[in-house]
């Protein structure tokens, strides 16, 4: 069954807690189709950051991050990313990249102490991507730039607007999930997750307001 976008306004409380008084981005798939993902592959933390704390944070990057928004080959032509972006840390993002990583900043210091406070998961990168609007969004696909042969943990933060994150069985579309990463909230992507998941954030036809996200990673040598 298809399920049509309906506009929903966020509640005075969740306005109160995020401080994004968007609308919500509404869900992709019904709900009788979602598929509770196990405690083992991953696991959602609303408001790790608190609301002010976050705020502070999503302020600082958009404006000092040096966003840049690199091109893909797709259908043999060079096409810009639906998004902005940018990767600091202690060694390239992959392999093959020739470009030198950002140097950490105090910011994003802070913001990976604290998860690996709470995770007990050393990271040793981080990539940031910023959904301008609606139509920002990153097509299906599984991470596959952390340490190879090993299980995969990836620490997600989400800062600004609320947007959903769909999960589909690789094997299996019909299984699928959604959650709604809201201001502040980390998400740990753990275990097989990358093995025999793939993940998105779809485009949406409703008013959007920005996003940053950053996924905290361990990188391969």
Do not use: C
């Amino acid at each position: 069954m298809r399920v049509q976008p309906v506009a929903k306004r966020i509640s005075r409380e969740k306005m109160q807690r995020t401080g994004f008084p968007q609308v919500e981005q509404a869900k992709l798939f019904d709900d009788r189709d979602q598929l509770s993902l196990p405690a083992h592959l991953i696991e959602y933390t609303p408001a790790f950051f608190g609301r002010e704390e976050a705020r502070h944070y999503f302020d600082r990057l958009i404006q000092e991050v040096p966003w840049q928004q690199p091109k893909v080959l797709m259908y043999e032509k060079e096409v810009a990313t639906p998004r902005l972006s940018a990767f600091y840390g202690d060694r390239p993002l992959r392999y093959d990249d020739k470009r030198s990583p950002l140097p950490w900043t105090p910011e994003l210091l802070q913001m990976k102490h604290k998860i690996e406070t709470y995770t007990g998961i050393t990271f040793n990168g981080v990539l940031l991507n910023y959904y301008r609007d609606g139509n920002d969004s990153v097509a299906w696909h599984s991470d596959k730039d952390t340490l190879p042969g090993l299980k995969t943990e990836i620490a997600s933060v989400s800062l600004g607007q609320v947007r959903h994150f769909d999960f589909r069985s690789k094997a299996d579309h019909s299984l699928r999930h959604t959650i709604a990463l809201e201001h502040g909230s980390l998400l740990l992507m753990k275990g097989d997750l990358q093995r025999y998941w793939e993940h998105r954030i779809a485009k949406s036809a409703l008013p959007m307001a920005g996003r940053i996200n950053l996924t905290f990673r361990k990188i391969g040598v």
